[in-house]
């Protein structure tokens, strides 16, 4: 049993991290149709800037990751005024290549400026584990569960029950409409993009202690992350939540009882299964915005 | 109040309007005639700011519109219920109430506001909890006009309110109009329901592949026999 629930544990840690990927993601999604490919790439981007932070400048940890916060602020601003919204009357295939595209710009953007090695980052908690019961508990993943649930009341708190929500959840049913009630969409698709990217860049320097900091690190968190929003459905905010949380579980599970080496097609089949019994994933409802 | 002085716009390649000009005085009920592709809702997407012309002119009490985005319009008083309802289906009636006040500052006369509109529509307040992708054609109308109300406009847009509707809906729904009007806001009402328009309008343009091609008081519109052959429908 303490094996069992020392899986589930390390399921819900990494889980968190694939969840706060995917609500920047749907958040993307939902305002703008915009699929951001390139959402790994900018929170790995967003890491090194924390890391270099740390490690070059010497500042303290708290304050190297508060650094990085306003730099993704920043670059979430600027992708989204600079690619994004010239070509605001693009097709959206267009669009999404243009987010293709990101991803070579910013991967190579990184390599040239912080080269190609990985480095180690630091823990955010690095006090020792706790015994409880037989199951091994790293304050660390405590302390990753704790911001990402932290978060995610916040985000919920905002997109349910403020103004700014009114504006992103009216945008993303019939932007048109927004517009004609006086909602400024512009500045909701910039908010958008500005939330999702500080949503990546927490979840990359988080995740930086398992996978070292590289131009690399957030190819599998990335492509996770997807999967969640997919799994848990693109027409909600919750779903994809708790997709990244499934799938985190699934993992370990699946490795821990069945097969290590067949993990992944295992965890994936079912989820394709899945999306055969329900194409618009677990709490997708059909989304379909007006244009 | 409202002035569009020989606009030219275009959809794309389509010339949607050719040197195009009306006006609308403070308080009146002025109506767009025309079959599809007139350039009624053409007409509309300029006064929102959705469209831009090439050239011309829309002043709004004197103010040039043409400089200002959407939203700013909005919050000049300028307020469109748009053609096909377009609420949103994922909130509840009085979410879209409230989405409808969004560029309003004065918080707490919000409320007064929402007990206006539910005195126009008691079957909104009935409904308030309800999503409103769950509404009858009818009720999604009434909420797309309480939703424009709650801006508190100066000058409603109304496009195509009667559209899929009973006639007796309909007959309800232009009785509000009139209601609305009356205590004091400007509306500029786009139909091809033309008898109904007419019935409640004070003056009247009619529209043709995006021309004015006539217009006067809605009387004089309703006693022209080439009018009344072409858009009322029988002699």
Request: no cysteine; aromatic share 10%; glycine share 10%.
């Amino acid at each position: 049993m303490a094996i069992f629930f020392q899986n589930i544990m390390a399921g819900l840690e990494t889980g968190s991290l694939y969840a706060l990927a995917a609500l920047g993601l749907v958040l993307i999604f939902r305002t703008s149709d915009v699929i951001n490919f390139a959402q790994g790439e900018m929170a790995m981007f967003s890491t090194f800037v924390a890391f270099t932070l740390f490690d070059g400048l010497g500042l303290s940890y708290p304050l190297a990751v508060i650094g990085a916060l306003i730099f993704a602020l920043l670059f979430g601003f600027i992708v989204e005024r600079i690619f994004i919204r010239p070509a605001s009357d693009a097709s959206l295939v267009s669009k999404m290549i243009i987010t293709l595209g990101l991803i070579m710009i910013i991967g190579g953007l990184a390599s040239a400026i912080f080269g190609i090695d990985s480095y180690y980052f630091r823990q955010a908690i690095s006090a020792d584990s706790i015994d409880a019961a037989g199951v091994v508990v790293q304050p660390n993943a405590l302390f990753i569960i704790a911001i990402t649930l932290v978060i995610m009341a916040g985000l919920f708190y905002m997109i349910n029950k403020t103004k700014v929500g009114i504006a992103i959840r009216a945008t993303a049913q019939n932007e048109k409409t927004a517009r004609l009630m006086g909602i400024p969409v512009f500045k909701v698709y910039s908010m958008s993009w500005i939330i999702a990217t500080i949503l990546g860049a927490i979840a990359g320097i988080l995740m930086a202690p398992t996978t070292n900091v590289s131009t690399t690190m957030m190819a599998e968190v990335h492509l996770k992350s997807f999967i969640a929003a997919v799994l848990g459905g693109f027409g909600s905010f919750h779903g994809p939540v708790i997709g990244g949380l499934i799938i985190g579980i699934l993992d370990n599970l699946v490795g821990m009882y069945i097969s290590l080496t067949w993990k992944t097609v295992i965890v994936y089949g079912l989820l394709i299964v899945t999306l055969i019994v329900k194409p618009t994933g677990i709490f997708g409802k059909t989304h379909r915005k007006k244009v | 109040m409202l002035k569009i002085e020989n606009i030219d716009a275009y959809y794309g390649f389509i010339h949607a309007l050719k040197d195009f000009s009306i006006n609308i005085e403070e308080g009146k009920i002025v109506t767009l005639l025309g079959a599809n592709g007139a350039g009624k809702t053409s007409t509309l997407k300029v006064i929102s700011g959705l469209l831009n012309p090439v050239k011309g002119s829309v002043t709004f009490n004197g103010e040039n519109l043409l400089i200002y985005p959407p939203e700013k319009i909005v919050s000049m008083g300028i307020i469109q219920s748009p053609e096909g309802r377009q609420i949103f289906p994922q909130f509840t009636v009085e979410e879209n109430l409230k989405a409808g006040a969004y560029t309003r500052k004065d918080k707490e006369n919000i409320a007064k506001t929402l007990d206006k509109v539910y005195d126009y529509f008691p079957r909104l307040k009935e409904r308030k909890k309800q999503y409103a992708g769950t509404l009858s054609g009818g009720e999604q109308q009434m909420l797309a006009i309480g939703r424009a109300l709650m801006a508190k406009p100066k000058l409603l847009l109304l496009d195509e309110p009667s559209l899929g509707l009973a006639p007796l809906i309909v007959r309800d729904i232009f009785r509000i109009i009139e209601e609305i009007n009356k205590e004091g806001t400007t509306i500029l009402l786009v139909e091809q329901n033309a008898y109904q328009a007419l019935s409640i309008a004070d003056y009247g343009y009619i529209l043709e592949t995006g021309k004015v091609v006539s217009e006067g008081s809605a009387k004089e519109l309703l006693g022209n026999s080439d009018i009344k052959k072409a858009y009322l429908g029988g002699n």
